[in-house]
């Protein structure tokens, strides 16, 4: 391999990278992305690898959380969970509630 790169005058990295962009499309992967992209966003952005495996589970895929997890990275998806509620301090105290 070393031989003919440097009879071509390449670097072997340039080799290994036209050939990993030789490879063909990967449909089912495409389709399992798009799948995980439908549900996050039925989620609202708050599901993570664990809940999305489980309801692909329930759509009759066979797939793992650690795929998922390559999935939603791939897509560029990152879970955010709702924050905790901020409740206002009353600054005045009421004098019409009467404590019994």
């Given at each position: 391999?070393?031989?003919?790169?440097?009879?071509?005058?390449?670097?072997?990295?340039?080799?290994?990278?036209?050939?990993?962009?030789?490879?063909?499309?990967?449909?089912?992967?495409?389709?399992?992305?798009?799948?995980?992209?439908?549900?996050?966003?039925?989620?609202?952005?708050?599901?993570?690898?664990?809940?999305?495996?489980?309801?692909?589970?329930e759509q009759g895929h066979i797939i793992g959380r650690y795929?998922?997890?390559?999935?939603?990275?791939?897509?560029?998806?990152?879970?955010?969970?709702?924050?905790?509620?901020?409740?206002?301090?009353?600054?005045?105290?009421?004098?019409?509630?009467?404590?019994?």
């Amino acid at each position: 391999m070393e031989l003919a790169c440097s009879v071509f005058d390449i670097a072997p990295s340039c080799f290994y990278d036209h050939l990993r962009r030789k490879q063909p499309i990967d449909v089912e992967r495409l389709h399992l992305r798009s799948e995980v992209n439908r549900l996050f966003t039925a989620s609202r952005s708050s599901a993570g690898s664990r809940t999305l495996t489980l309801m692909m589970r329930e759509q009759g895929h066979i797939i793992g959380r650690y795929k998922v997890r390559q999935l939603m990275k791939e897509a560029a998806l990152v879970c955010k969970q709702p924050g905790s509620p901020n409740y206002k301090v009353a600054t005045v105290e009421r004098l019409d509630i009467q404590t019994v």
